[in-house]
């Protein structure tokens, strides 16, 4: 299994062997992943000796997060599956994924939100149970509703000062696509999709512009 994560600043890409070792890599924020992501891919696949074309399974942070860093992490899943026919998907979410690792480390009495920075004052907002399973569909939220959430929040390190912040290794995202791979929640590579939750910047400013004309 091939997992790839450059949902955020740091990247992770990560491969699992049919004979199960396991190979990693961290990419900080100031690699560029459009540069770095598939040169990583190799490195690893050459480490591991291992064909890239080979992979079963390759699993995908779909969203939300960085848009740039959403559509390489797919294109780049797609890519591989229109020379591999028979190559699996997995669309992972960031949301979910801070929700297992957070569970994983911590025992929580209550139920909980994961939540990042979507900029603008808006916020990306998914609820969990205690158990860190999803409630209620993920969203994209304003600054009065962020505020007024009355639950424990949980945050990416360095991007919202909350209740706790988690720390994403290639070694949690490995595992929480295991798990998804265990429950058989494969994806087409048609439904292999980014997941904004909003416009992009460049599309808002497009619709801001067209609305300050219509007035």
């Known amino acids: 299994m091939l997992v790839i994560n450059t949902a955020f600043k740091t990247a992770n890409i990560g ?3 049919a004979d199960g070792r396991v190979f990693e890599r961290q990419l900080d924020s100031s690699a560029k992943h459009s540069e770095n992501v598939l040169k990583t891919i190799d490195e690893i696949c050459e480490e591991a000796e291992v064909d890239v074309l080979s992979v079963d399974t390759v699993a995908v942070v ?3 997060g960085s848009f740039t860093g959403l559509r390489i992490a797919v294109s780049i899943a797609k890519a591989l599956g229109c020379v591999n026919k028979n190559l699996k998907f997995l669309s992972l979410s960031s949301l979910q994924l801070m929700a297992y690792i957070s569970c994983k480390n911590h025992k929580h009495e ?3 939100v994961c939540a990042l920075d979507a900029l603008s004052k808006l916020y990306f907002v998914a609820e ?4 860190g399973n999803l409630l209620k569909e993920e969203k994209i939220v304003g600054e009065n509703e962020f505020l007024s959430l009355n639950l424990p929040i949980i945050g990416l390190k360095g991007d919202l ?11 949690d995202v490995l595992e ?3 798990i998804k791979e265990k429950e058989k929640n494969f994806v087409s590579a048609d439904q292999l999709m980014p997941v904004y939750l909003r416009l992009s910047q460049a599309e808002d400013n497009l619709l801001t512009k067209k609305s300050e004309k219509v007035d």
Do not use: C, M, R, Y
């Open 176 to 178: 929480f696509a295991l």
């Open 62 to 64: 779909t969203g939300p």
């Open 161 to 171: 000062d909350v209740w706790q912040q988690v720390e994403i290794s290639t070694q």
């Open 110 to 112: 209550s139920d909980f």
């Open 15 to 17: 491969l699992k062997t």
């Open 128 to 131: 969990f149970d205690n158990n």
